[in-house]
Every structure is written in structure tokens, then in C-alpha cells.
């Protein structure tokens, strides 16, 4: 269900997406193998542990075992709240083509919310590794008129098809739905370029 509560008046959705899921949680993935290793060790590790403790427990007397497991607990307890929190930030990033802007949202318990008129682009970047190429994928960079004005959607799926879009409404060229038994007509939106020999 798409989320048209952050959309003023007038403004039609014409795409919106996550993050791909695996690019984004590359770190919670690897987050996740470290929480196997630490489990399938944990038996091997507390043995160890027991075994040293006999061992010193003659010249010093330090709790090892309780201290080991207690530490062991406290690292699978962080590493998986972590994998929760990249999780719940995955969920709570969307990125929404409109037939005026394109807004950036995320945050978990602060939200944020960027956007850019279509008319004030100026320039895309379009970015995509080996392994984002494989899985289409890619990072998309917008450059405002602005100096230093710009907005990134990293890891948005089928960067091509996006940078498309966002090329087509700067151009005013894209057709848009119109509600059901209207006929579909041109996007109204043209660039500022557009708008000078216009006048």
C-alpha cells in the first residue's frame, strides 16, 4: 500500500520503493554470521573457559566461567538488537517519485524527510559496483542548482528505470494516470529551461 499521507494536494505517486534488501543489509548479514559463529561456539568457548579456570583457580579465585558466559550473552544480545535496528531502519527508508518531486524518507525515531522539485535538478549521478550491477541495483545521486545541494538514494533497486523517470518528468514528458474514466494526459511539469523560451 503506498503511503500517500506525506503527499500534498494534487500530487500523484508514480513510484515508490525501498532500499534492495540485500545491499542495504550487507552489514546486518554480516552481523547475522557473527551471530552463528558466536552460538556455535559458545558450548566450545565456556568448556575452554572451565578448563582454565581449574587450572588458575588454585593461585587466584576469579569467577571465569560466569564471566565469559555472561559477556557471551551480552555480545549475541547486542549483535541481534543490532540486526533488529538495521532491519527496522531497512523498513522505515522509502524512496517516492511524485509527479513534482522526489522525496527521500527515513529514520526509525526521528524521522526525515528530503526532497527536490523536478525543475531544480540539475544534474544525476548514477552508481553501481560489480556485485550491485548483479542484482540490479545502484546508488542515485541528484544534484540541485544549489552548490552543494543534492540528494542520494542508495541501494535503490533498478536504477536505470528510476533515472529514466526522473529524466522523463524534468523533460515533461511523462504520461500520468489520470483516476478511472479520465483519459491520460501529458505531466504539466517542464524545466526551467523550458519555462524561459515559454515566456
Do not use: C
Amino acid at each position: 500500500m503506498r503511503n500517500t499521507k506525506n503527499v500534498r494536494s494534487g500530487e500523484e505517486i508514480l513510484f515508490e520503493t525501498r532500499p534492495n534488501f540485500l545491499m542495504y543489509l550487507k552489514s546486518a548479514i554480516i552481523k547475522f554470521i557473527i551471530l552463528i559463529v558466536i552460538i556455535y561456539l559458545f558450548s566450545f568457548v565456556i568448556s575452554t573457559a572451565v578448563s582454565i579456570q581449574n587450572f588458575i583457580i588454585s593461585y587466584v579465585q576469579i569467577p571465569l566461567v560466569y564471566s565469559i558466559t555472561l559477556i557471551l550473552l551480552l555480545l549475541i544480545l547486542f549483535v541481534v538488537l543490532w540486526i533488529i535496528w538495521d532491519v527496522l531502519s531497512w523498513k522505515y527508508t522509502t524512496y517516492t517519485l511524485t509527479n513534482y518531486r522526489v522525496i527521500f524518507q527515513n529514520g526509525v525515531i526521528r524521522k526525515n524527510k528530503t526532497y527536490m522539485h523536478y525543475d531544480k535538478i540539475q544534474d544525476i549521478n548514477v552508481s553501481q559496483g560489480i556485485l550491485e550491477r548483479l542484482i540490479s541495483s545502484g546508488d542515485i545521486a541528484i544534484f540541485g542548482g544549489h552548490e552543494r545541494t543534492r540528494l542520494i538514494l542508495n541501494d535503490i533497486p533498478d536504477p536505470k528505470k528510476v533515472e529514466d523517470m526522473i529524466n522523463r518528468m524534468i523533460e515533461g514528458d511523462f504520461i500520468v494516470k489520470k483516476p478511472a474514466g479520465s483519459k491520460r494526459i501529458k505531466n504539466s511539469i517542464i524545466s526551467n529551461h523550458d519555462k524561459k523560451f515559454k515566456r
